[in-house]
């Protein structure tokens, strides 16, 4: 099992910005595949950022070119940096990491490809 646990959120003013990280356990295996999702209340998850361990990098189109992912292999941690935060940003964000044994989706991903999760840490963008 791997356990994931979100750091960083909070309140901020549209235009601002916001570093949220999650840390992950060890494992058997190296992690490769890991993402990070969303949900706002009423609404489904959604991908929002992916990346390797090689560090190839996936964007869902709303957030491109304001929000960064990035991970630290060695603290085992990842990382998503947001910028330009906007109202509609405000969600609960969660950490997830997709099973070493299986393959990466393509792109950021559906929920489902994702095998572990965290807790989720909230997100809100005030205008």
């Known amino acids: 099992q791997v356990q994931l646990q979100e750091s960083g959120g909070g309140s901020v003013q549209a235009g601002g910005s916001l570093r949220v990280s999650c840390l992950y356990s060890?494992?058997?295996?190296?992690?490769?595949?890991m993402g990070w999702f969303r949900q706002a209340p009423g609404k489904v998850r959604e991908g929002v950022a992916a990346i390797t361990h090689d560090g190839t990098t996936s964007y869902a189109a709303s957030v491109k070119g304001r929000f960064t992912i990035s991970r630290d292999n060695d603290k085992r941690t990842l990382y998503l940096q947001m910028n330009s935060l906007e109202p509609e940003d405000t969600a609960m964000y969660y950490c997830a990491a997709v099973d070493p044994v299986l393959s990466c989706p393509r792109g950021v991903g559906l929920r489902h490809n994702y095998n572990y999760w965290g807790r989720g840490t909230q997100v809100t963008v005030s205008s």
């Open positions: 060890e494992y058997t295996y190296e992690i490769d595949c």
